[in-house]
């Protein structure tokens, strides 16, 4: 089993920063990323990294989002900038277990409030 603990997460105003990490408990060898569920809305990945360091943004969130991978320190983080209020929402940790495109474990997710 993988622990995944998310931090960062908190109120910022639109157009504003944050910096979310995550954290697991043990070296993941597999894809690794950041999901998020927006009220109304089904979860959603918005960045995902391979364990060679690939990385791929979901269009809402390209050009605004890094996705950062330190598997020295079992640590995936997301800095997030310019955000919008339809970025609020409880965002997630993944991994997978393998190299089959599925996730395997989740963290108990962060919220994230943008207000106007």
């Known amino acids: 089993q993988v622990q995944l603990v998310e931090s960062g997460g908190g109120l910022v105003q639109v157009g504003g920063s944050l910096r979310l990490s995550c954290a697991a408990s043990r070296p993941i060898s597999a894809n690794m990323g950041w999901a998020r569920r927006r009220p109304g809305n089904q979860r959603e990945m918005v960045a995902t990294?391979?364990?060679?360091?690939?990385?791929n943004y979901a269009d809402s969130v390209e050009g605004r989002f890094t996705a950062s991978r330190n598997n020295a320190k079992n640590t995936l983080d997301l800095q997030m900038t310019n955000l919008q209020p339809e970025d609020t929402g409880v965002y997630y940790c993944?991994?997978?277990?393998?190299?089959?495109?599925?996730?395997?474990?989740w963290g108990q997710g962060t919220q994230v409030t943008v207000s106007s």
């Open positions: 990294v391979s364990s060679g360091g690939l990385i």
């Open positions: 993944a991994a997978g277990a393998s190299v089959r495109r599925t996730w395997d474990y």
